[in-house]
């Protein structure tokens, strides 16, 4: 199936290439993905085919036909959930490490939100779609810790209202590649979609965001260091884009660190080593302030151990 849409270019918007109109005009679009469409005539100009760098003119006619994609039905999958608190408005979880959030392409089963559906067939659904259902703010698939659910829209609108204007409190652990000279430190970094790899967050972005991050070293090792880290704004991949700046990447991430500091990361940790520890906000009926903390995971622990005691036996000799 596709979907076609077609639309005149104003003297305002032109001239612009071709392919960084349709970008701006449709953002949740690649401009690799618009190049191929419009390679294979899927999007024409008066009727003709055009290259993507092709100038537009004033009253130039655009056409475009879009395949449309459905995505599966959700369904309700019984996946135990670790629940750290609930009441009639929030849940508040302790995710695993390796779960995937909501479903997205390659991820439509054995999400949080699969379990959510299980656990309470009737929880909150939002304008954003049937795929999630009760979410209010992600985690990495693999970073562990905390996350509170929305069950009702009073629920979910106060909540929103909270993580937009960062009144969130949360504190994270992370292990750091490298040793941190400094005992503590503010990384100011404005972030945003990678303009060539569009999977990755960096600063080579075209739509900068203001992103704030403070830290404190807990405990230094020989390869690496323990760090509380709170993220005074909520970006996207915040944590693990400032820690990669100051060239010490979350142990274990494959995605930000340097080739050198990944392999280094998937010998000594099996994942990234990042944990959602502590998790207040008002709650939303009530407006009591909560605040609620998750111990280490096993596998986070057990890297700990590993570090102290590697440190122990190089100060030893």
């Known amino acids: 199936m596709s979907a076609l849409t077609e639309f005149l270019i104003s003297p305002k918007e032109a001239p612009c290439r071709l392919d960084l109109y349709l970008k701006k005009r449709f953002p949740t679009l690649s401009r690799s993905r618009l190049q191929r469409l419009i390679k294979k005539a899927g999007i024409t100009v008066n009727d003709r085919p055009v290259k ?15 395949p449309t994609y459905e995505s599966p ?9 670790e629940v750290v608190y609930e009441d009639s408005s929030v849940l508040l979880i302790n995710k695993p490490a390796g779960m995937v959030v909501h479903p997205a392409p390659g991820h439509y089963e054995g999400t949080l939100v699969n379990a959510l559906l299980a656990r309470d ?7 954003s779609g049937e795929e999630r259902p009760g979410i209010v703010h992600r985690l990495d698939k693999d970073t562990s810790g905390l996350l509170v659910v929305a069950k009702t ?3 979910h609108q106060a909540l929103a209202r909270q993580f937009k204007a960062h009144t969130i409190h949360r504190v994270y652990l992370a292990l750091a590649l490298g040793v941190l000279k400094l005992g503590k430190g503010r990384i100011e970094l404005a972030i945003g979609r990678d303009r060539w790899e569009r999977k990755k967050i960096s600063i080579r972005t075209t739509r900068p965001k203001e992103a704030v991050t403070e830290y404190r070293v807990i405990e230094r090792f020989k390869s690496a260091s323990l760090l509380e880290i709170k993220p005074l704004t909520g970006r996207t991949h915040q944590i693990r884009v400032h820690l990669a700046y100051i060239k010490h990447p979350v142990l274990g991430d494959a995605v930000y660190g340097s080739r050198k500091t990944a392999r280094l990361g998937e010998i000594l940790a099996p994942r990234q080593m990042l944990h959602a520890r502590i998790l207040g906000f008002i709650h939303p009926v009530t407006g009591q302030p909560m605040e609620f903390s998750a111990p280490l995971p096993p596998d986070m622990e057990a890297v700990l151990a590993g570090l102290r005691k590697t440190s122990e036996m190089a100060a030893s000799k």
Do not use: N, T
């Open 52 to 66: 993507p760098g092709y100038r537009l003119r004033p009253e130039d006619r655009v056409r475009l036909d879009l």
């Open 73 to 81: 039905k959700i369904q309700p999958q019984s996946i135990p959930l």
């Open 121 to 127: 067939p009737k929880i909150f659904r939002s304008s």
């Open 153 to 155: 829209e009073p629920a």
